[in-house]
Nanobody, 124 residues
Framework: QVQLVESGGGLVQAGGSLRLSCAAS????????MGWFRQAPGKEREFIAA????????YHADSVKGRFTISRDNAKSAVYLQMNSLKPEDTAVYYC?????????????????WGQGTQVTVSS
């Protein structure tokens, strides 16, 4: 089993920045893709970004492309989401997720492990 714990969320003004972290523990192995999703109240959980184990493949949703950047540090079993130029519409609970495999999924149903989420609130 793999446990994921997000941190780094908080309240920030529009235009500000936050860096989210996700620490993995438990029975981990190589070749895990990791991703970030978010869910606003009353909305579906949406894909934000994903990264392969080797860091050779990354994907970012159009809504955050150019503002958010996913990265990982396998030595620390961690994945990060740098969020710049935050907008009020970025307000949501942000979740990290992981799945073993060579592909980098962008659908929540394809991920096996999930964190509890961290709240990001962007004020106007």
């Amino acid at each position: 089993q793999v446990q994921l714990v997000e941190s780094g969320g908080g309240l920030v003004q529009a235009g500000g920045s936050l860096r989210l972290s996700c620490a993995a523990s438990g029975r981990t192995s190589s070749n895990y893709a990791m991703g970030w999703f978010r869910q606003a109240p009353g909305k579906e959980r949406e894909f934000i970004a994903a990264i392969s184990w080797s860091e050779t493949r990354t994907y970012h949703a159009d809504s955050v492309k150019g503002r958010f950047t996913i990265s990982r540090d396998n030595a620390k079993s961690a994945v990060y989401l740098q969020m710049n130029s935050l907008k009020p519409e970025d307000t949501a609970v942000y979740y990290c997720a992981a799945v073993q495999g060579s592909v980098v999924p962008r659908r929540q149903s394809e991920y096996t492990y999930w964190g509890q989420g961290t709240q990001v609130t962007v004020s106007s």
